[in-house]
């Protein structure tokens, strides 16, 4: 469409190529997008993000939109800190109320935790990609930092869990730091263009599963799948051409993640992620959403990458194309948002029906700044846990575990498999939401300048 056509009298205008085109485009959005329920990404994207606002500690700031949250953790980072499981876990306590030990733990060199200074590495550098343009001083700043805490987790090497103990029960790392120094090594060399770090995840590709990992889930703890993808889109420039053995690798590994969702990998059930009979992407009872919104989220990534590479995937099982991916993609996202067996929304404020009961202590009690009385540990369990009436205060934004195998879902606060609502679940939704509604913004706009010809 960018080329310069020469008029050809006896083929007609010239406009015909280009409405062809035109055309071919809208027939891919509407095969991607017709469906018997259609869903408002942009209002989902907007609530979904004050689900962040709702989990925030400290000083609130003056435009606070999730207005039944008030201060808390105030002194956290002082004389005290971060709290562990353990403690948490005996209280049923509002944030503003806590009372539970908040004793900060650190890593360092004699106690050191690769995986926790390689994520908040990975994490500061893409944030600084981010804020590149808007906050060159506040990129700066994540970057230098990110880079530190590179050096640092690569220098003195160990699991995070065996550093600080209390952490095992409850977030133990079962993939080992390998896969974030990997994680934080990619994300650096994105923000910063430095060889060095692109050298290292070559360097390191297999020693530390970058290239031998073949898995079908990306977690907060396990990055490969996530390092994988961000690997293979290196292959799009040619710079990196030096590279292509290593990177096909990677390649190999990432593509093997998407078919296991396609349900295209042959051999064993474990080569392919379940499907409940509703179509949702299924892989363990406990908190299963968090495997549905990070792998929409990857599943649209690789689209893109399929799209602009002008390239099909090749799974065992078949080739397929950008557009079922995002299919794929599309499809977890509106069960999420109520096109489900339940018809209901498993994220909390978005429809007409959705959770009521959720999981979460701030949620479940009453609000501090209507009523600002001590409420204990026990107390909280007592008289808010076990009520059977809806929360008081509506965690908007907030994707629970979602239904068991069967699409089946019991809205009870001490279901918390099902009903607890995390921040790693909600997380990825926010691009996949971004993502949708960009494509309907377009399909819109094409149909309209369709219309004009």
């Known amino acids: 469409m960018g080329m ?3 008029k050809m009298p006896h083929f007609g205008a010239p406009k015909t190529p280009k409405i062809a085109q ?8 509407f095969a991607i997008f017709s469906s018997a329920q259609a869903f408002d990404y942009a209002e989902a994207l907007s609530k979904s993000l004050l689900y962040f606002e709702a989990q925030r500690s400290g000083h609130l700031p003056y435009n606070q939109r999730v207005t039944w949250r008030d201060h808390s953790g105030l002194t956290d980072g002082l004389e005290q800190g971060v709290g ?4 948490d876990h005996y209280c049923w306590q509002r944030a503003e109320d806590m009372t539970t030990s908040r004793q900060a733990y650190k890593i360092d060199e004699a106690n050191p935790g690769s995986d926790l200074a390689g994520e908040t590495a990975a994490a500061m550098a893409a944030a600084s990609i981010v804020f590149r343009k808007t906050n060159p001083h506040y990129s700066h700043l994540l970057l230098h930092h990110a880079q530190q805490l590179f050096e640092f987790g690569d220098k003195y090497r160990g699991k995070y869990d065996e550093s600080v103990g209390v952490a095992k029960k409850y977030y133990e790392s079962a993939s080992g ?8 090594a990619l994300w650096v060399y994105k923000a910063t263009g430095d060889l060095y770090y692109l050298e290292y995840i070559i360097r390191y590709a297999r020693s530390f599963g970058g290239i031998t990992w073949a898995i079908s889930e990306f977690t907060w703890d396990i990055k490969y799948a996530g390092l994988q993808i961000l690997a293979a889109k290196l292959l799009i420039d040619e710079k990196h051409g030096k590279h292509k053995d290593t990177l096909d690798q990677y390649r190999s590994k990432a593509e093997h993640y998407v078919c296991s969702n396609l349900n295209k990998n042959t051999g064993d059930d474990n080569n392919n992620v379940g499907r409940t009979p509703g179509g949702l992407l299924y892989i363990r009872h406990w908190n299963n959403m968090q495997h549905v919104s990070s792998a929409a989220f990857l599943l649209t990534v690789y689209s893109d990458f399929l799209r602009v590479s002008n390239q099909k995937l090749g799974c065992p099982r078949g080739k397929v194309g950008p557009e ?7 499809a977890q996202v509106d069960y999420i948002l109520g096109s489900n067996p339940m018809n209901l929304s498993y994220l909390v404020g978005y429809g ?23 409420i204990g540990c026990t107390q909280g369990y007592d008289n808010w846990y076990s009520r059977e ?12 575990g979602g239904p068991d195998f069967g699409d089946k879902f019991k809205d009870e606060r001490g279901n918390y498999a099902q009903t607890e609502a995390c921040t790693y679940n909600t997380a990825p939704l926010v691009g996949v939401f971004a993502k949708l509604n960009q494509l309907n913004d377009r399909q819109n706009h094409n149909l309209l300048s369709f219309a004009s010809y």
């Open 177 to 184: 730091y390998k896969d974030e120094l990997l994680w934080a």
């Open 352 to 374: 007409q029906k959705y959770p009521i009961r959720v999981h979460h202590r701030g949620a479940s009690i009453i609000s501090y700044r209507e009523n600002k009385g001590f």
């Open 389 to 400: 009436e809806p929360n008081p205060n509506v965690l908007v934004g907030a994707l629970v």
């Open 22 to 29: 035109q055309f071919s485009l809208l027939l891919s959005f």
């Open 324 to 330: 079922e991916l995002l299919g794929l993609a599309k």
């Open 84 to 87: 562990d499981g353990g403690t």
């Open 4 to 6: 310069e056509v020469k």
